[in-house]
């Protein structure tokens, strides 16, 4: 099956600085991808669609300035955290769906685990 | 906007018991319904899907769901669960219509605990 790799797998990080994700599709081309955010307990909320090529779409009261979104190649899609805060500490998580019919699956990475101190 | 229910967030069953967890979503028109299963420390795999035809729908590891539409429900069934069932099922509804992928609207999961 589709396989997605997200990396790194776990992040500290200081308060201020940045961290970048990376979510790749390895054994598919993926025109969109999904970042997610799950907090303990909850359910993944979506924070933005990513379509190569293009900006990505942020869903309301996700800010794109905080949350960067790459996705410079049919199998890279890029999350960076700029600025991170103790708030941001999270657990992230991309899928990517191959080509753009409606009929296409989400396939989910293992997810990134953000603790800022 | 779309929301997904999923009432129950915690069972314990003990193994060859039944399941059921139940899923109600909120959106009048055409939707796609998934169940998702995250097994501990592992990413979410999809279990089976359903976008239209026959409403019983059979997945991978012996699942099923039932689409009722007048009821908005899309319940997960198993009849005799295992000890590696053990992982957090989550309900997903997207919006159905062709075209582009569209998102995944998600429940807030169930965690089920099998005991031997």
């Known amino acids: 099956g589709a396989v997605v790799s997200q990396h790194p797998s776990r992040v500290i990080c200081k308060s201020g600085t940045s961290v970048k994700i990376e979510c790749r599709s390895l054994?598919?081309?993926?025109?969109?991808m999904f970042w997610y955010r799950q907090f303990p307990k909850q359910s993944l909320m979506l924070m933005a669609t990513s379509n190569e090529g293009s900006k990505a779409t942020y869903e309301q009261g996700v800010e794109k300035d905080k949350f960067l979104i790459n996705h410079a190649s049919l199998t890279l899609s890029t999350l960076t955290v700029t600025s991170a805060h103790p708030e941001d500490s999270s657990f992230y998580i991309c899928s990517a769906t191959p080509g753009q019919l409606a009929k296409n699956i989400q396939y989910f990475g293992a997810g990134t685990r953000l603790s800022v101190l | 906007a779309q929301s997904v229910s999923q009432h129950n967030h915690h069972v314990i069953l003990s193994e060859a018991a039944s399941l059921e967890l139940g899923c109600n979503y909120s959106y009048g028109g055409t939707v796609n319904l998934f169940w998702y299963v995250q097994y501990p420390g592992q990413h979410l795999q999809l279990l089976l899907k359903y976008f239209s035809g026959d409403p019983l729908v059979k997945g991978i590891k012996g699942f099923e769901a039932e689409f009722i539409k007048s009821k908005f429900s899309f319940n997960l069934r198993k009849p005799s669960v295992q000890w590696s069932d053990t992982a957090e099922y989550f309900c997903?509804?997207?919006?159905?219509?062709?075209?582009?992928?569209?998102?995944?609207?998600f429940g807030t999961g169930t965690r089920l605990q099998v005991t031997l």
């Open positions: 054994d598919f081309q993926a025109t969109t």
């Open positions: 997903a509804v997207r919006l159905g219509y062709t075209g582009t992928a569209s998102k995944l609207t």
